[in-house]
């Protein structure tokens, strides 16, 4: 027997029984649904697979995507709207870095000293998560093979295989201060 | 079989065990109203829909309503006391920001630094919830649909029961630093 | 069935089980007499109403009272030593505070710093209860009507039974808030 | 049914079922002679009665005594050597303090602020336990009258009633730095 | 019954139970070689005896040795990636230590204060692991007598099975102390 502690999407401390292993990703998966999460966000953000990416189950993290009226796709957490960035390779004499999807948002002054990451001047920001190099792994994958939050039924079939990819808006590698300032103070109930 | 973690009115630390996940929202009731709290206050606060604000459960956060003999309405969590505010909707150039509710103190020296919200000045404060947006959840509501801690039909405001939590002691409170600004006080969410 | 953490006297971290809801209190004064304590010290200390003062149950906070050589009663609790200080009310034009009891000792280097509170000067408190206001709840009485600690039939002063807190082995005598600190310095065992 | 919760000597975090109180502390024996320990160092260090030192089982503390091959007789926890210190009793206008036996070591870097305690100039150091005053408790004494680590069959009879009493050199009550860092360096597995 | 707490590869934290004290490493062992850990890297790094090190099993930590494309071995532990450097023993007037070998990287500004230890300069870094001194210990060795996550028999160096977790991505080259920091910044999936 396993058991999992989760803070619920009203703050509370519960723990859920797994009856083994093998379904903890599945307890994992429907508890999140709710924006239930467990453990805390680790520096630099949870790192997957690049592969990973177009179909992740936000569901895990106990996040979800959705659409803000402008028709931007956010990520939501625990109360924080992340915005989708893909990052270039690096490819410099000190550093060789394949490219990255990274979602990110800018920090607040209630955000941890250890989450808070330095960008260009005094602008700080948060990762949530980072998909660069690896292999992927079905397991992180939305079951059915859509992206978690955005119903596989009514979704084109052009927006399943890569439904980040598109917009160049989105693609920004650089943060945008006053904006995401805006963002994150939609509450997307 | 979940369990859930709560810190008592007492202060002590305490696990209930719970039979199904839907229950659970019963059972914060339960021992809500007796003044047990689960998990941290949040940055920012709670925060809830709009609409869920006229008839919420306190209880759900450990809290009740209660009436001052001036004839204010505070609501008393963990040995503070908060005041409800409404604050006008925001429609500048940077941030469109619908009309909320907000329930807020200000802040203690003992209060922990990732609580305290700037105001104008050097004035800070806490706040416990904040009802903006979002779409109304009947699960958040008092059953019965009278508010938590306010019994609408048998008690009489004057000799209400609340046998765990004495009345307040103190019936001054500082005049309200009515300079609360707008912007800071909206919470980024 | 519900689960009560305690750091045990010797600094241990232990979880008891506990049948139903209303056997809490009782083992929490069962623990209690041995020194074990759930939860952390709120700051500001424990709230309780006044009426509660006379016979209130030290155990249910894991502290006992004893009685100094010569003759001052303090409440001893994880390993400070508190004194009883009578608070006159309040009735200023900013504030009305009915009389109180407080149970409080002068801070340590080593107290975190949400729970000192300033006096005049540099002095800092720790509070570790106050009664005020309110109205007295039964169930935090010494059962049998007698003080937690200081049984007032049998035990004749001198040779209590305490088996597990021998008397406090220093004898320092000191006017008020001098004193504070040399009575702190003793290791009441 | 209760449970105490360990970090073992791997540093993992580890819960035990304890069948009844009157057994926790076997438990506690058992497994803290595998250097698992329960809770945290209390600032100022564990307090224990004077007469408790002698025979004092610490493997209570997940500690335990080992003989240099210089032949000292230190205290193991948690990774670091602790020395024997035998203070004088206090007897001045402002305290009066009797005779105490203390484990101590200088302070390191990483010791959290809340244990670190001033010595004279800068240095600072950390205090694993002290027997002062109090009345001897037996539930603390090494089963079979030895002190733990020290096996009774070898021990020469003379060093049995105090091993840790003769010494002058290490009766020293100021700390040495020089020797403390060296002695703490070693991993006496 | 025994319960160990682990925070898994997704950050989660979860519980297992273990049947008996003796059955502990080997689910230490099967769930490490998810990358799931127990407790807090303690300060200095955990210690082990200098024999353990050729065939320690680093499962028991959560963490895997892997060879990079240019042939370096390096153990992967949450996130990070730690170099194996061999210390020469010290045989001065002020101290003496036999020699180590330590598994260490350059600090991050998000490590915990605790955790960092000061080299030469403003460099700091953090080790994972030191071996030095004691009497090997057969328990932690890995079981087979390979070295965990390098198999010696079946896997072919390139297509090793590795199915949690891919194979560095970035190739970064560079010399000793100066490429630590480039070589945590990939993400070795």
Do not use: C
Request: glycine share 8%.
């Amino acid at each position: 027997m396993l058991h999992i502690e989760f803070i619920t999407d009203l703050g509370a401390r519960v723990t859920v029984d797994v009856e083994s292993a093998d379904k903890l990703l599945d307890i994992q998966r429907q508890y999140g649904r709710l924006g239930w999460t467990s453990g805390e966000l680790p520096s630099g953000g949870y790192q997957f697979p690049f592969d990973n990416e177009p179909d992740f189950d936000w569901a895990l993290l106990g996040a979800r995507k959705y659409t803000t009226p402008e028709g931007e796709e956010l990520v939501y957490h625990k109360g924080h709207a992340y915005r989708r960035r893909e990052l270039e390779p690096v490819d410099s004499r000190k550093m060789k870095l394949p490219a990255a999807v990274k979602y990110s948002r800018g920090a607040k002054n209630s955000d941890p000293e250890h989450v808070r990451e330095k960008a260009d001047g005094e602008f700080e920001y948060v990762t949530l998560a980072i998909f660069r190099g690896g292999r992927r792994q079905d397991r992180y994958a939305t079951p059915g093979g859509a992206s978690s939050g955005a119903p596989r039924t009514a979704a084109p079939a052009q927006a399943q295989p890569a439904p980040q990819r598109p917009r160049p808006a989105a693609a920004a590698v650089a943060p945008r201060p006053a904006a995401v300032g805006v963002v994150e103070e939609e509450t997307p109930f």
